[in-house]
């Protein structure tokens, strides 16, 4: 049973250029969030996709924008990129039928790093 | 910004001694989880413990939840090199159900 994957393991890009990077959820799961993870720090939640709409969102401007198709994988958009965009980018599953925030399943994440 | 703080920061303790790490919270929660990271990589579930738990083990872990002192403690027993990690706390919170916030982590080594 495939867990969370995620691509590219590592991404590096130039300030003002655009990233797109990509989750596919735990095999049974149809609920995926992502979150940042500055070095040092802990993560913080960027936005959840549930049924392919964004259900919740963290304080992140809108040049973070997200995707979920049908088959439940989403992608993270980022624009007009900045050097403080330079993070580990983690995605997790959930079923959605579970309330809350029960475990969640992470992703090996994205290190994107900005010059 | 960032719910729990997890104290202490660091921590390097010898193989077979046990390593306690405690984490705090601003407001009240529905749940209190436990996160491990190494190096840097995806983060592994550890434990979850509700809000009407005081304590709960899993094989060499221990947590224990104290909602009036709003903190949480992971206590891990006889540890070995391999738990040498990141731990972090994670909470949901009463008004915002789908999203973990997280604090900023214990860094822990365990010393062969």
């Known amino acids: 049973d495939a867990g969370v994957t995620q691509s590219p393991t590592h991404l590096i890009k130039t300030r003002g250029q655009q990233v797109t990077l990509r989750c596919s959820p735990k095999s049974g799961h149809d609920t995926v969030s992502w979150y940042q993870q500055a070095l040092g720090q802990g993560p913080q939640f960027i936005f959840q996709y549930y049924e392919e709409e964004e259900r919740q969102r963290g304080n992140f401007p809108d040049r973070f924008s997200g995707h979920q198709f049908p088959n439940y994988s989403s992608e993270l958009n980022v624009n007009a990129l900045l050097l403080g965009d330079s993070a580990l980018y983690l995605c997790?599953?959930?079923?959605?039928?579970?309330?809350?925030?029960?475990?969640?399943?992470f992703g090996p994440g994205t290190r994107l790093t900005v010059l | 910004s960032q719910q729990g703080e997890e104290d202490p920061q660091a921590l390097s303790i010898q193989e077979g001694e046990n390593a306690t790490m405690n984490c705090s919270y601003k407001t009240s929660i529905n749940n209190l989880q436990w996160y491990r990271q190494n190096s840097g990589r995806g983060l592994v579930h550890l434990i979850l413990?509700?809000?009407?738990?005081r304590e709960k083990h899993s094989g060499r872990l221990r947590v224990t939840l104290d909602t009036s002192k709003k903190s949480s403690s992971l206590l891990i027993t006889a540890s070995r090199a391999a738990d040498t990690a990141s731990y972090f706390c994670?909470?949901?919170?009463?008004?915002?159900?789908?999203?973990?916030?997280f604090g900023s982590g214990t860094r822990l080594l365990v010393r062969p």
């Open positions: 994670a909470t949901d919170s009463m008004d915002s159900s789908y999203k973990l916030i």
């Open positions: 997790a599953s959930s079923p959605g039928w579970i309330a809350g925030t029960d475990t969640q399943y």
């Open positions: 413990i509700r809000s009407n738990e």
